[in-house]
């Protein structure tokens, strides 16, 4: 069946270090992943896009990766803050889909300490 | 402002009782989506609406109902037969493409007397 996987387990690092989160998904083949942040008690904002045929997006401090051979998405957040401490969920789009229907990981925890 | 407007922000339900959680957007798009979320876990689909006067059943719709009547609302009901119905819910909506990212409202936490 599919399955989508990100780190059970809160990633916690220093202030201005690179906070690196992963995304592995199986038996699937996505024309589209998403990521997404959720902060407590609220709904989830949308952060970028990427599509298969692109290997890396970059939004300000934000990058993503898309590695459709090992099944993967890196999320990388650089020169991180505090402020980015929050759960990050990664979200896929079948190719052959035109609902617009999601699959979504799990989510990881960020935790960033001053 | 656009956005999503979910309602109540808690919800307490009793035995054997439905509970109607809204959903209204004004950002004039035509999917609308339902999703709960557990501790731990993803977000699992519960029914979905891409055009008015049509939905269709996602991952978990058992024990739930909808109806998409008018463009800007999507109410979720959640009846007796739900078993198991403390939770988030989140209400999403996105453009006609299926590319494009999801916007969500602040969700409802429902909980059991």
């Known amino acids: 069946s599919q399955k989508i996987e990100q780190n059970s387990e809160a990633l916690n690092i220093q202030e201005g270090k690179t906070a690196t989160l992963t995304c592995n998904y199986t038996?699937?083949?996505?024309?589209?992943l998403q990521w997404y942040r959720q902060d407590p008690g609220r709904g989830p904002v949308f952060l970028l896009l990427?599509?298969?045929?692109?290997k890396e997006k970059r939004k300000e401090r934000l990058k993503v990766t898309f590695d459709t051979t090992l099944k993967q998405s890196l999320f990388h957040i650089t020169a991180s803050q505090p402020a980015d401490s929050a759960t990050y969920l990664c979200?896929?789009?079948?190719?052959?889909?035109?609902?617009?229907?999601?699959?979504f990981g799990q989510g990881t925890t960020l935790q960033v300490k001053p | 402002d656009g956005g999503i407007t979910q309602s109540p922000k808690y919800l307490f339900r009793k035995e054997g009782q439905n509970v109607t959680l809204s959903c209204e957007q004004n950002l004039n798009h035509d999917a609308m989506y339902w999703y709960r979320q557990d501790p731990g876990q993803g977000l699992r689909l519960i029914y979905y609406?891409?055009?008015?006067?049509?939905?269709q059943k996602g991952d978990i719709a058992e024990g739930y109902s909808v109806s998409r009547e008018k463009k800007e609302s999507f109410p979720l009901t959640v009846t007796s037969a739900q078993k198991n119905p403390t939770a988030f819910y989140l209400c999403a909506t996105t453009g006609i493409y299926s590319n494009q990212p999801q916007h969500f409202g602040d969700g409802t936490r429902l909980s059991i007397l």
């Open positions: 609406s891409q055009i008015v006067n049509d939905f």
């Open positions: 979200a896929l789009t079948h190719g052959s889909s035109n609902t617009g229907k999601l699959i």
């Open positions: 038996n699937y083949s996505p024309a589209y």
């Open positions: 990427i599509r298969e045929n692109e």
